[in-house]
């Protein structure tokens, strides 16, 4: 069973940053679809940003593009979100979820593909 932990979150003023990470205990990331999802109070959880582990190709929503990067480690045990230039709408719970042995392709913000996700962490910009 893989469980991701999610860390990295944190209140910080607009213009700021933050980078989040996802650590599969007892797993090493192997050609695995990575996805970052949040979901604010009253909205519907969105995807963010995906990797696919096996190639480190990435893809980003239109909100998060040019400030957000997605990146994995050397061991392949962690994927990052690196988030820049944070806005108060970038306010959420952020999560990791992965898709194990499959690519990304064009699904990988729906939340339905993914059954391993992790906790959660709290990720607040004031204006």
């Known amino acids: 069973q893989v469980q991701l932990v999610e860390s990295g979150g944190g209140s910080v003023q607009a213009g700021g940053s933050l980078r989040l990470s996802c650590t599969a205990s007892?797993?090493?990331?192997?050609?695995?679809?990575v996805s970052w999802f949040r979901q604010a109070p009253g909205k519907e959880r969105e995807g963010v940003a995906a990797?696919?582990?096996?190639?480190?190709?990435?893809s980003y929503a239109d909100s998060v593009k040019g400030r957000f990067t997605i990146s994995q480690d050397n061991a392949k045990t962690t994927v990052y979100l690196q988030m820049n230039n944070l806005k108060p709408e970038d306010t959420a719970v952020y999560y990791c979820?992965?898709?194990?042995?499959?690519?990304?392709?064009?699904?990988?913000?729906?939340?339905?593909?993914?059954?391993?996700w992790g906790q959660g962490t709290q990720v607040t910009v004031s204006s």
């Open positions: 990797i696919y582990t096996g190639g480190a190709v990435t």
């Open positions: 979820a992965v898709d194990l042995r499959l690519k990304c392709s064009t699904s990988w913000h729906r939340v339905s593909r993914f059954e391993h």
């Open positions: 007892g797993y090493t990331y192997n050609q695995d679809c």
